[in-house]
T-cell receptor, first 112, second 117 residues
Framework: GQSLEQPSEVTAVEGAIVQINCTYQ??????LSWYQQHDGGAPTFLSY????GLEETGRFSSFLSRSDSYGYLLLQELQMKDSASYFC?????????????FGKGTKLSVIP | DAGITQSPRHKVTETGTPVTLRCHQT?????MYWYRQDPGHGLRLIHY???????DKGEVSDGYSVSRSKTEDFLLTLESATSSQTSVYFC????????????????FGEGSRLTVL
C-alpha cells in the first residue's frame, strides 16, 4: 500500500513563491503526480515525476527524490487564481500497478 | 478537455435504497476509475477497470459494485445506500495503466454529489 503526507493548509502572498511538500511511504513506488482542484471542481493534472530531479512546466515545478521518499510542488509568481487544493499522488508498480493513491491535499490560500 | 460525463451530478436518496452512478467517456481510454472524496480523506479509490468486464477493487470497495459492459461506460452501484456513503464521487480515465507507459495522469469527470439521508 501507499500513504502520503502533505501539509493541510498553506498561505502565501500574491507574486511570491510557495513550496508544497509531500512525503510518501510505499511499496512498489513508481512515480509522483500533482493535481490541482478548485472548490467545487474536478482535480486536474499538473505534473509527474518518475525520475529524481526537477520538472518545470511554466510557473509550476515539481521535484522528486526517490532516496528520500520526498517530493514537492513549487509555484512561482503566485496569482489569486492559484488558490486551490493541491494533491500529491503516488502510482505503484506490481500489485498496485493500476492504482494512483492520493494524499489528503493542501489548501493553498493566496492573499493580496 | 477529456470527454467524461457523469450522471447524475446531484442526487439525494434515503438509506437502504439502491443507487447507480454512471460514467461515460468518449476518449476510448482503456482504464476507468471511481474515486470518492471526503473532507479530511482526499480522494480514495473505490473500484477500477482495465478493460471491458475487467474490474478490480480499490482501497474502499465495501458496499460498492461496478460494471463495465462497454469501453465507454463504467457504472458504480450502491446496492443499499448508507449515510456513510454520502460523498462526492469522481470518475476518472487514463490512456495507459499507471505503471506502464506511465504519465501519472488521470482525467476526471466533474463529480457526482450524493447525499444519503
Amino acid at each position: 500500500g501507499q500513504s502520503l503526507e502533505q501539509p493541510s493548509e498553506v498561505t502565501a502572498v500574491e507574486g511570491a513563491i510557495v513550496q508544497i511538500n509531500c512525503t510518501y511511504q510505499t511499496s512498489g513506488f513508481y512515480g509522483l503526480s500533482w493535481y490541482q482542484q478548485h472548490d467545487g471542481g474536478a482535480p486536474t493534472f499538473l505534473s509527474y515525476n518518475a525520475l529524481d530531479g526537477l520538472e518545470e512546466t511554466g510557473r509550476f515545478s515539481s521535484f522528486l527524490s526517490r532516496s528520500d521518499s520526498y517530493g514537492y510542488l513549487l509555484l512561482q509568481e503566485l496569482q489569486m487564481k492559484d488558490s486551490a487544493s493541491y494533491f500529491c499522488a503516488a502510482s505503484g508498480s506490481g500489485a498496485g500497478s493500476y492504482q494512483l493513491t492520493f494524499g489528503k491535499g493542501t489548501k493553498l490560500s493566496v492573499i493580496p | 478537455d477529456a470527454g467524461i460525463t457523469q450522471s447524475p451530478r446531484h442526487k439525494v436518496t434515503e438509506t437502504g435504497t439502491p443507487v447507480t452512478l454512471r460514467c461515460h467517456q468518449t476518449e476510448n481510454h482503456r482504464y476507468m476509475y471511481w474515486y470518492r472524496q471526503d473532507p479530511g480523506h482526499g480522494l480514495r479509490l473505490i473500484h477500477y477497470s482495465y478493460g471491458v468486464k475487467d474490474t478490480d477493487k480499490g482501497e474502499v470497495s465495501d458496499g460498492y459494485s461496478v460494471s463495465r459492459s462497454k469501453t465507454e461506460d463504467f457504472l458504480l452501484t450502491l446496492e443499499s445506500a448508507t449515510s456513510s456513503q454520502t460523498s462526492v464521487y469522481f470518475c476518472a480515465i487514463s490512456e495507459s495503466g499507471l505503471a506502464g507507459a506511465n504519465t501519472g495522469e488521470l482525467f476526471f469527470g466533474e463529480g457526482s454529489r450524493l447525499t444519503v439521508l
